[in-house]
């Protein structure tokens, strides 16, 4: 949240046109948690949780040319989450990602220095995005809708993120900060923030589609365990 949220989301450019990326379906516990106990945020004690850069991810999808869903990921992100277990509603979220750590599967050169201009990211102009909760809805016992605004490029738009609680505790020896994992993911719009170049004409499927899919994975670290003594 900023990381679980989250926030985030970019888009590359590749070039022209394509279908809509598919609408995605709410987002569900990976499968392999059904191993283990179920989660319940009343483990956890209250207070200020950070995302772990080490086991935190935030990655999207567009489709290109109508061949596949291209993928790729920030590389730099951070999140603060203040919780309350007994008000998981009233939790407040921001969060940061840094455009130009921005990491791509083989681009070609000079690729990643035109993402970060004028025409795509801007990033000299405008180098973070932002997301700050505005509403929280509870949707389950772990899961949730966060609405927040997601600013990118200079343009604030409300973005919601469907968000599942996949665990945590309130620490122990070996790592003696309560822990806590999500799971959210969210579509946006591209163009909305500017970001239109390459959207196909309607039929056809030449380029980079509009929709962007994300997916943030996170584990946030907080208060220090209480011992007794």
């Not at 999140?79 to 599967?105: F, K, M, Y």
Request: with cysteine; hydrophobic share 40%.
């Amino acid at each position: 949240m900023k990381s679980a949220l989250l926030i985030p989301a970019a888009v590359l450019a590749l070039a022209g046109c394509s279908k809509p990326a598919p609408q995605p379906a709410a987002a569900t516990a990976p499968a392999s948690a059904e191993s283990f106990p179920a989660p319940s945020v009343k483990d956890v004690p209250a207070g200020e949780y950070k995302t772990d850069p080490m086991h935190s991810s935030l990655t999207f999808k567009v489709f290109h040319m109508g061949f596949s869903h291209y993928t790729a990921r920030f590389g730099k992100f951070d999140a603060t989450l203040q919780l309350d277990p007994a008000h998981p509603e009233a939790a407040r979220l921001t969060a940061t990602v840094d455009p130009q750590s921005l990491e791509l599967n083989s681009p070609p050169k000079g690729f990643h220095d035109d993402l970060m201009g004028q025409t795509w990211f801007d990033a000299k102009a405008h180098p973070q995005m932002t997301f700050t909760s505005t509403k929280i809805e509870k949707t389950g016992d772990n899961t949730a809708k966060v609405t927040g605004d997601l600013s990118l490029k200079g343009v604030t738009k409300p973005v919601t993120l469907d968000v599942v609680f996949n665990g945590g505790y309130p620490g122990m020896q070996m790592d003696p900060h309560a822990r806590i994992g999500f799971t959210a993911t969210g579509t946006l719009n591209r163009a909305d923030f500017g970001m239109g170049f390459g959207i196909p004409a309607p039929g056809s499927s030449m380029g980079v589609g509009g929709l962007v899919d994300f997916t943030i994975d996170t584990e946030m670290t907080g208060p220090a365990l209480k011992t007794g003594g």
